[in-house]
């Protein structure tokens, strides 16, 4: 199959989140099943135009308000036959920041530079001579290519093109004022057909879901969760309507980073077999967080964005945040790596000031956050929502046994502690409240003290775990060949 993934990001070329890991892992993973696999994002100030090809000639895109010539460059991603076309134009990609910039997080023109996006996934392909069957969005910035396949071009050159929708995290949407509509370029005819309207503004998640083939999202509890008013952000009733399209795969992991046999950004490199090299791993993340070092005394990681839907709020509030709770009361240590919320990012710093055994490094820090997998027992994720998660599933990798809530991909991953036979692969709790992860973190901690061969059986259990992309992988081709048989009907 031909397949063409549109996005706004990708490693390593541009990355907020877990959605440029998946983006890229998996073509690369459905480049080894045989399939052409393209990738369409924008060019933004930091992608480096020498390092990159330029396919001559100036492409015009026509999103609905003027004529647009952009550039288009390409590139591969690295070790894979995978293409990487890039939108190139200054004015709309040309800057710091793939949605916004601190203190502006959401450029005001987002609308226009992302149906600029969109339309130039279809001028690409003209250009090129390539017509994929497959047109694959991903997440709100993404969604104006099914939506234009469906009401534009399916009349045309991609009238056997089928589109599917990923949705990432549903807590993104991409909503704007009315007034910008017509830069989708799409008629007024469709503002309501097409999904767009949203209580007198534009939604491009929610149109997006309305007019793809097929609609994915990353892990299945997910995919029930967001049928759901609790988890749905407004969009659970569309999506209780289209659940015979919707399905849930969960992300797989890129095992050439995330694995402690050959992570090189670790000082001991380990299997199951060897895990009593992660000591050595412990120590060092002792030393270099400040902490005392001292092998007898167990470490719970964090690794996060710190936003609401991490439950920062819940484990770092001022008031009754479980944190400073947990680190008086229980014997343990703890150590935060995490940049976002301002006021989460002070409050780090004050509870780094406060207590002896809790050290946080505010910032973005990709080996400090290999060393935490490595070094730490526990690692805590008590997500208020989490659409797969990966965390947790390093963590399992690196027998590091996580302390989760029971939401999306976290309860699909992580198996609960029995503590009368020792089986699970983690620490489940289910209420997001300051008491239950205090009351969760305790628990671990006292099987770390008192059951510690349940604790060793667990973490070789976890090391076992596979969450390799052929398998997920796998699972999308066969949306594709549905989303194909769906509009050959
Ligand atoms: P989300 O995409 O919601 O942020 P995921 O768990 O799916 O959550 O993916 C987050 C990714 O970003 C992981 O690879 C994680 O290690 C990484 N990450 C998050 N915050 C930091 C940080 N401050 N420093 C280094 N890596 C981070």
């Given at each position: 199959m031909k397949i063409l993934m549109i996005t706004s990001e990708a490693v390593p070329f541009a990355k907020t989140g877990g959605l440029a890991d998946a983006v890229s892992a998996l073509s690369i993973a459905l480049a080894k099943l045989g399939h052409d696999v393209r990738i369409v994002m924008p060019r933004y100030?930091?992608?480096?135009?020498?390092?990159l090809k330029q396919i001559p000639g100036p492409m015009g895109v026509h999103p609905g308000y003027q004529e647009i010539w952009t550039g288009v460059y390409q590139s591969t991603l690295p070790g894979a036959e995978v293409p990487v076309y890039f939108i190139d134009h200054e004015q709309s990609?040309?800057?710091?920041?793939?949605?916004?910039?601190?203190?502006?997080?959401?450029?005001?023109?987002n609308p226009q530079r992302f149906s600029l996006l969109g339309h130039a996934a279809f001028q690409l392909c003209r250009k090129i001579g390539w017509i994929p069957d497959i047109m694959h969005a991903h997440d709100w910035?993404?969604?104006l290519a099914p939506i234009l396949l469906k009401f534009n071009e399916r009349h045309g050159d991609f009238s056997h093109t089928a589109s599917v929708f990923t949705i990432h995290?549903?807590?993104?949407q991409g909503i704007y004022?009315?007034?910008?509509?017509?830069y989708t370029g799409?008629?007024?005819?469709?503002?309501y057909s097409a999904g767009f309207e949203d209580w007198d503004r534009i939604n491009f998640l929610k149109a997006g879901i309305v007019s793809s083939d097929k609609l994915t999202t990353v892990s299945p509890t997910y995919a029930k969760e967001i049928q759901r008013p609790e988890f749905g952000f407004r969009m659970d009733g569309i999506l209780r309507y289209r659940s015979n399209d919707l399905y849930g795969i969960l992300n797989g992991v890129d095992t050439d980073i995330w694995n402690p046999a050959k992570?090189?950004?670790?000082?001991a490199q380990y299997t199951a077999r060897t895990i009593e090299k992660k000591a050595v791993n412990k120590e060092a993340l002792q030393k270099r967080m400040g902490?005392?070092?001292?092998?007898n005394i167990p470490i719970v990681g964090i690794v996060t964005r710190l936003a609401d839907q991490k439950g920062v709020a819940e484990l770092?509030?001022?008031?009754?945040?479980?944190a400073h709770r947990i680190c008086s009361e229980i014997k343990l240590q703890m150590v935060v790596l995490g940049a976002g919320e301002a006021w989460c990012e002070s409050e780090l710093v004050a509870l780094s000031h406060k207590l002896s055994n809790f050290r946080a490094y505010v910032g973005y820090d990709e080996s400090l956050s290999h060393l935490i997998e490595a070094g730490s027992d526990f690692f805590l994720m008590p997500s208020?929502?989490?659409?797969?998660?990966?965390n947790q599933m390093y963590s399992l990798l690196y027998g590091t046994l996580p302390i989760v809530r029971r939401t999306g991909g976290l309860a699909d991953t992580v198996e609960n502690y029995d503590?009368?036979?020792?089986?699970?692969?983690g620490f489940v709790l289910d209420n997001l409240t300051p008491q239950s992860i205090y009351d969760t973190v305790g628990w671990a901690a006292h099987a770390w003290y008192n059951k510690r061969e349940h604790i060793e059986k667990m973490r070789k259990r976890a090391m076992a775990q596979k969450f390799g992309w052929d398998e997920s992988a796998a699972r999308y081709a066969e949306v594709y060949e549905a989303a194909i048989k769906g509009i050959e009907g």
């Open positions: 100030y930091r992608i480096d135009r020498n390092k990609f040309g800057r710091d920041g793939v949605y916004g910039v601190p203190g502006a997080t959401d450029f005001a023109d910035a993404a969604s995290n549903i807590g993104y004022g009315k007034h910008l509509y017509p799409l008629g007024w005819d469709h503002f992570d090189r950004l670790i000082p902490l005392t070092v001292d092998a770092f509030g001022p008031a009754y945040g479980s208020r929502y989490e659409p797969c998660g990966l503590e009368k036979t020792g089986e699970g692969t």
